[in-house]
């Protein structure tokens, strides 16, 4: 079993800015010489999201994170690129400057960031958050996402 080093006396080795410029990545060393990672993100005003039930909650990137796995399935490889669709989302519902948010607004979010990012992944988040019933909704989503093109 492996255990967790201790951040205090440890160097840092490398510092990193991601992509979006939301989080920096240290790679860090201890004393005895076991190296790992940190990650840290500007702390931010928490989200509310109102429900279509009426009901409130903080909005919880993991929530949204498994939402997003389970929906898009093998169509968004990686952990890293789910992580950046959630970063995505989320930085698109911070634009807003409003602390509470709807799931419908979350959803549509997801869905503006996965037609950028990966159109099956887009018609298969779509088919869950949208109850597709018949494939005559899979044919109106692919017009109007051809639409827009």
Do not use: W
């Not at 990672?37 to 005003?45: L, N, S, W």
């Not at 948010?101 to 779509?126: H, K, M």
Request: net charge positive; proline share 1%; no cysteine.
């Amino acid at each position: 079993m492996s255990t967790i080093p201790r951040i205090s006396g440890s160097k840092v080795l490398e510092s990193r800015e991601t992509d979006d410029g939301t989080t920096i990545r240290r790679r860090r060393v201890t004393a005895d010489g076991r190296r790992f990672t940190t990650y840290e993100r500007v702390e931010q005003p928490h989200l509310v999201v109102l429900k279509s039930s009426g009901n409130r909650e903080m909005f919880d990137r993991e929530k949204l994170i498994t939402s997003v796995r389970r929906s898009v399935g093998k169509f968004i490889g990686s952990d890293m690129e789910v992580e950046t669709v959630v970063g995505k989302v989320i930085a698109l519902l911070r634009s807003e400057n409003e602390e509470e948010v709807t799931s419908q607004q979350v959803g549509d979010a997801v869905l503006d960031v996965l037609a950028d990012t990966n159109e099956v992944a887009y018609v298969r988040f779509a088919s869950v958050f949208l109850k597709f019933q018949t494939l005559g909704d899979f044919e109106k989503i692919l017009k109007q996402r051809r639409g827009t093109k």
